[in-house]
């Protein structure tokens, strides 16, 4: 059984650019959700992918936006990085909408983006 | 507006004593409580769980503790180990199909021998 596996691990932006993250989910996981991490906070919830659709976001502007493929991987954009994008960018799977009750969520070791 | 706060960003227990991780919440629609535990370059890992319907959950060394009235939870360690370092977070959830969890600032729980 295979984890979460996100890419890259390290990223260097200039401010103003578009990234993409990558995620590949837990083998028999169907959601995606993405949380941003900033340096001395706890994770925030970016939004959460099912079956391919958007199934919830949180407080973050339009210009993070995402994608679910029909293999359950997942991409997070952003887009005009701004200096406040810096910050640990996790990716985690479950097994149906909303949080997996028993176990949570299975989480991958996160991306961290640097906008300079 | 931090929902879920944990007000402690540190704690040293020397090895074989009690680690007690505090962590308060304001919304009272929370009806699923959480614990992980990260170490460094890894993402969080599952820890612990209770339902608002319980009081008390435990797992081997690891016991969770809900106070309803007083909104707080706490994570207890017995016995404490040197593996047991890591930044341990509280989050909490609501509602059937709930997509996303709200997380504490996490403390850092260092392991004495």
């Known amino acids: 059984e295979t984890g979460v596996t996100q890419s890259p691990t390290h990223l260097i932006k200039t401010r103003g650019q578009q990234v993409t993250l990558r995620c590949s989910s837990q083998s028999g996981h169907n959601t995606v959700s993405w949380y941003q991490q900033a340096l001395g906070q706890g994770p925030q919830f970016i939004f959460q992918y099912y079956r391919e659709e958007e199934n919830g976001r949180g407080n973050f502007p339009p210009r993070f936006s995402g994608l679910q493929f029909p293999n359950y991987s997942s991409e997070l954009n952003v887009n005009a990085l701004e200096l406040d994008d810096s910050a640990l960018y996790l990716c985690a799977s479950s097994l149906g909408q909303g949080v997996a009750a028993n176990y949570g969520y299975t989480f991958g070791s996160g991306t961290r983006l640097t906008v300079v | 507006d931090q929902q879920v706060k944990q007000n402690s960003p540190s704690l040293s227990v020397q090895e074989g004593r009690i680690s007690i991780l505090n962590c308060d919440y304001t919304?009272?629609?929370?009806?699923?409580f959480l614990w992980y535990k990260k170490y460094p370059a890894e993402g969080p890992t599952f820890l612990i769980s209770?339902?608002?319907i319980k009081d008390k959950n435990e797992d081997g060394r690891f016991t969770v503790f809900l106070n309803k009235s007083a909104k707080h939870l706490s994570l207890h360690i017995v016995p404490s180990q040197p593996g047991d370092s890591a930044v341990y977070f509280c989050a909490a959830s609501w509602g059937q199909g709930a997509q996303k969890l709200v997380f504490g600032q996490g403390t850092r729980l260092t392991i004495n021998p």
């Open positions: 209770i339902s608002s």
């Open positions: 919304n009272s629609m929370f009806d699923y």
